[in-house]
């Protein structure tokens, strides 16, 4: 059972009972799970959607999630220098958008 969910999209948002039916698009980033005894349970998500249906269920679809405490910050670090690296080599448009889209996921990571 759970009080309220906060996410990000292209800004933060929480979703109570009785939220209005609303699909919102997820950029990388933290998802937070309040329960009704005041637990946190956060996790990151590296993009998806959040479905808010009208009898306030949620359903979230996320290409990659993991728990926030079970992100290895050594294994993003290394990450996000090898994404860096592919993005300061890339060599057309479809290469950088790619490894674009790397950087900001581990960075968000990082900031998870």
């Not at 929480?14 to 698009?25: F, M, R, S």
């Not at 993009?47 to 306030?56: F, K, Q, V």
């Not at 958008?97 to 996921?105: C, G, K, L």
Request: proline share 3%; aromatic share 6%; charged share 20%.
């Amino acid at each position: 059972q759970w009080y309220q969910r906060r996410v990000r999209a292209t800004g933060h948002f929480g979703i109570l009972p009785q939220h209005v039916p609303t699909i919102a698009i997820l950029v990388p980033g933290t998802v937070s799970i309040h329960t009704e005894s005041g637990e946190v349970e956060k996790y990151f998500v590296s993009s998806g959607t959040a479905t808010i249906h009208a009898d306030s269920s949620v359903q979230i679809l996320a290409e990659e999630i993991c728990a926030v405490a079970d992100i290895d910050e050594n294994a993003v670090r290394s990450g996000l220098e090898a994404a860096q690296s592919k993005l300061s080599s890339a060599s057309n448009e479809a290469d950088k958008a790619a490894a674009q889209i790397e950087v900001d996921v581990y960075q968000s990571m990082m900031a998870a």
